[in-house]
């Protein structure tokens, strides 16, 4: 195994939606990006438009924050519809491809109307 395949030792690993939704639970400005981990993203803190190749100025990333049409429906069902949007990757792109949690700034958006994050801190 990689350094860029292991996340940083303090980086706790969640292991179930029911955690993920704990943690996330009353938090904001937590994102999700899919990837090979901080290890590998952080050096550079830039994504790649996959379809043209251009550098874009952050990391592309999905935001987990509850849209207020959203109303009072369950915290869980929101966060597994966030990960199923690009579950697809790890076939599509990279087996070891997986999604990891951080906070950012955002400072952009890429082509797909993603948020692209510098200052980038990994969560779990």
């Known amino acids: 195994m990689h350094d860029h395949e292991r996340p940083p030792k303090a980086m706790p690993q969640v292991g179930s939606l029911d955690e993920l939704t704990g943690l996330i639970a009353g938090r904001t400005g937590v994102y999700v990006r899919w990837s090979l981990g901080p290890a590998a993203d952080l050096p550079s803190v830039s994504s790649r438009d996959d379809l043209t190749g251009i550098a874009m100025p952050g990391l592309s990333a ?21 990960l199923y ?18 906070h950012g700034t955002q400072i952009g958006r890429g082509p797909d109307n993603e948020p692209l994050l510098t200052d980038v801190v990994p969560v779990a």
């Open 62 to 82: 999905s935001a987990l924050d509850v849209e207020p049409w959203w109303g009072e429906r369950p915290l869980r069902l929101w966060i597994a519809r966030r």
């Open 85 to 102: 949007d690009y579950a697809h990757l790890p076939a599509a792109k990279d087996r070891r491809v997986r999604p990891w949690l951080l």
